[in-house]
């Protein structure tokens, strides 16, 4: 395969990975809520679960800079008692939490979003997503969703994702990169589509990547090759067991979309062909191969100007120097 892994990292550095002052602006954003929520409780103990993205380090700069910041907020069952003793129902918790992130100063009133969570809308794009559980007395969580209380592990799926970074010791690191740039390609499809064209969500994707490792065995060669390989095993999963994606917790329950998944199967096919021209030497030179790794993110311009400072490095007689990240970075955090 045609070498393009300098390429394949700086896009990933510059234009997926979010960078330490956005994540400062995010990290501003989650503490004002909790203690938003903290100062209304009363007598109430919340107890904040952060998950998601944010919490998995998996969150990528998004091209209508709206971010998603999920923070859970958990109760013992004696807070969800009602002034008759009985507990509450899923909607009554949402709406006591619906409650609480009121402010006349929100230019945009939260709501409560597909039956799921809260959703806050601060300035700047930043919206906090916050999903009630309540604590059974054996310890275990469930969650109000739409009419009922379901079992979740908001905690145990930030473990598990943890897991699969440690468990290939010091190039773990792979396994987060590679989820941040299929999640970029995956908006970039959705965004040139004007959101017409949906795809699966960033947990879909994100167990999909930590199969893919495991079905590996073993970490990449190069980060362009973990990109390439994980897809095309990606893709042989959904063509022979299906399109189901399971909740590696929870595996009964099913967190994938039919019809996403085949649109994310068919581009995933299209992506993959137009790779093929990597593992022809006779066809294939520096151009040709950031040119399809161009098409492939949808951002030609950025791979053109790689091309660019790859020819300058030769005229000057210089030898580009190998990534900053390989020194240590946030990899294994």
């Known amino acids: 395969m045609h070498n393009c892994s300098a390429a394949v990292q700086a896009y990933h550095e510059e234009r997926a990975k979010l ?23 009363g007598t109430r103990s919340p ?8 919490v998995m380090n998996t969150m990528i700069q998004t091209q209508d800079d709206d971010y998603d910041i999920d923070v859970g907020v958990a109760f ?3 807070d969800l008692l009602k002034e008759n003793g009985a507990l509450m129902q899923p909607h009554e918790a949402r709406e006591m939490m619906l409650k609480v992130a009121q402010d006349a100063r929100f230019a945009v009133e939260p709501e409560i979003h597909d039956g799921k969570c809260v959703r806050i809308y601060y300035s700047k794009g930043y919206h906090v997503d916050v999903p009630v559980y309540r604590i059974l007395e054996n310890g275990t969580y469930e969650v109000a969703i739409n009419n009922s209380w379901q079992p979740s592990g908001p905690e145990a799926i930030t473990k598990w994702f943890q897991s699969n970074i440690t468990k290939y010791g010091e190039d773990g690191w792979q396994v987060r990169d590679v989820t941040r740039s299929l999640k970029k390609i995956v908006e970039s499809i959705q965004y040139e589509s004007g959101g017409t064209n949906k795809m699966p969500s960033g947990f879909v994707l994100t167990v999909l990547v930590c199969e ?21 095993l990606i893709h042989k999963r959904m063509q022979e067991t299906g399109f189901a994606v399971h909740n590696p ?3 009964d329950k099913v967190i994938s979309d039919d019809t996403k998944m085949v ?15 990597l593992f022809n030497p006779s066809l294939c030179n520096n151009q040709v191969a950031l040119e399809a ?16 400072k790859s020819v300058s490095s030769i005229l000057v007689g210089t030898t580009p120097t190998r990534p900053a990240y390989l020194a240590g970075d946030d990899r294994k955090g």
């Open 19 to 41: 960078s330490q002052t956005k994540k400062g602006e995010l990290t501003k954003v989650r503490d004002i809520f909790k203690t938003k929520v903290e100062t209304q409780q």
């Open 47 to 54: 107890v904040f679960n952060n998950q998601g993205s944010y």
């Open 76 to 78: 013992e069952l004696k």
């Open 212 to 232: 893919a490792f495991e079905k590996n065995g073993k970490a990449f060669d190069r980060i362009d090759c973990a990109l390439h390989g994980v897809m095309k």
């Open 249 to 251: 917790i929870l595996p």
């Open 263 to 277: 649109n994310f199967f068919l581009k995933l096919g299209e992506i993959l062909g137009s790779l093929e021209i």
């Open 293 to 308: 790794w161009g098409k492939c993110f949808k951002d030609e311009d950025f791979f053109k100007s790689q091309l660019q």
